[in-house]
């Protein structure tokens, strides 16, 4: 059974940054395509970031390109992801997710495609 715990949540101001990291066990996730998704209050969930280590390709939000980061280390278990310039609309619940997919896709962000486990999800708050 995998499990994922995120951390690295804070409250920052605008164009401030942080780093959200992910620590999987349980599981080989080197082996599949791992994301970031996020849910603001009252909206819907949103994909992030997504990228396997296997192909290195990633996949990016538009809202997000150019300023965040995903990256994941493979000797250490963990997927990260650098936020930087962040914007208040950033502000939201992220979750560490793993797929049961080798590769990632557009529909990992935009279907939640072949998600396999969920972290609990750490808050970040920009203020403006």
């Known amino acids: 059974q995998g499990q994922l715990a995120e951390s690295g949540g804070g409250s920052v101001p605008a164009g401030g940054s942080l780093r959200l990291s992910c620590a999987a066990s349980g599981y080989a996730y080197s082996t599949y395509c791992m994301a970031w998704f996020r849910q603001a209050p009252g909206k819907e969930r949103e994909g992030v970031a997504a990228?396997?280590?296997?192909?290195?390709?990633?996949f990016y939000a538009d809202s997000v390109k150019g300023r965040f980061t995903i990256s994941l280390d493979n000797a250490k278990d963990m997927l990260y992801l650098q936020m930087d310039n962040l914007k208040p609309e950033d502000t939201a619940k992220y979750y560490c997710a793993a797929t049961s997919s080798t590769y990632c896709t557009g529909a990992t962000l935009e279907e939640a495609y072949d998600i396999e486990y969920w972290g609990e999800g750490t808050l970040v708050t920009i203020s403006s």
């Open positions: 990228s396997s280590y296997r192909t290195g390709r990633t």
